[in-house]
């Protein structure tokens, strides 16, 4: 048999983007180690639905640790204290009997909160849509396997695409910021031939847009590096720095 543990949940409600919102404490009862974190919230739920109250809100999709919809602060850490690991991949075996987990929602101005643990998080897809992408006006898009590119520069292109857009960079950083995200995605298209037509373009556009959204700025604390489940390195946001760089200096693209 899998052993349980008995846990102190401390959720954070809000019934609304304008409801002031407050913790209430849950128990969580016979839980079983082999469960993961969502589904632990999938039996608290369910205990409250029986009760008749409202269960908690909670985003998820695949809970593989791909689409990056789950995400909350578990004791003040973006998915939980495990390095590399998303909320819905973080496993009950990882707490003890009686402890008290408080979980609540990202916390950026940038991201207001839905309700409960759902914050809006369409900021980061109107950066996508300023810039992180390739457009092929005319034809059809072009074989990639005619341009070659050297191993390395894959790689690092591979390690930056492999930003799920999650959003705890943003959660974790003192300023709110979205470099890491943002300079994820630049990265992983200015490493590649394919993406250096619109290097320019993307570069200034993202920039703007991010500031628009009401994000912060990098001051080089690394906690968004810390708290990543895919650990993108801090490195694309020096590359992202260069591209707006050359962008604003030798480039007919303001």
């Not at 949940?9 to 016979?30: H, M, S, V």
């Not at 998820?60 to 690991?85: W, Y």
Request: with cysteine; charged share 25%.
């Amino acid at each position: 048999m899998s052993k349980t543990i008995q846990l102190t949940l401390k959720i954070w409600r809000q019934n609304g983007p304008d409801d002031k919102g407050r913790f209430e404490t849950y128990p969580a009862k016979d839980i079983s180690t082999d469960m993961s974190f969502l589904e632990m919230l999938d039996v608290v739920n369910e205990q409250l639905t029986l009760e008749g109250q409202e269960p908690i809100a909670f985003e998820h999709d695949c809970r593989e640790g791909i689409c990056g919809t789950c995400g909350a602060m578990v004791n003040g850490r973006a998915h939980g204290h495990l390095k590399g690991t998303t909320l819905c991949q973080l496993h009950m075996r990882h707490f003890k009997n009686g402890d008290t987990l408080v979980i609540e929602p990202f916390r950026a101005r940038a991201f207001p909160v839905l309700r409960d643990l759902v914050v809006d998080r369409s900021a980061l897809d109107r950066i996508i849509q300023a810039g992180g992408y390739i457009s092929v006006n005319t034809g059809s898009a072009p074989e990639a396997n005619t341009l070659p590119v050297p191993p390395d520069r894959a790689e690092r292109a591979m390690d930056a695409a492999a930003c799920i857009g999650c959003g705890a960079c943003v959660a974790s950083c003192p300023n709110a910021s979205a470099m890491l995200f943002m300079s994820a995605k630049v990265s992983h298209l200015a490493l590649l031939p394919q993406g250096r037509p619109e290097a320019a373009r993307r570069a200034i556009g993202m920039v703007r847009e991010m500031d628009a959204c009401g994000f912060g700025n990098c001051s080089n604390h690394r906690e968004c590096e810390q708290t990543c489940p895919k650990e993108i390195s801090i490195v694309n946001i020096a590359r992202l720095n260069r591209e707006y760089c050359k962008a604003g200096l030798a480039s007919l693209e303001k």
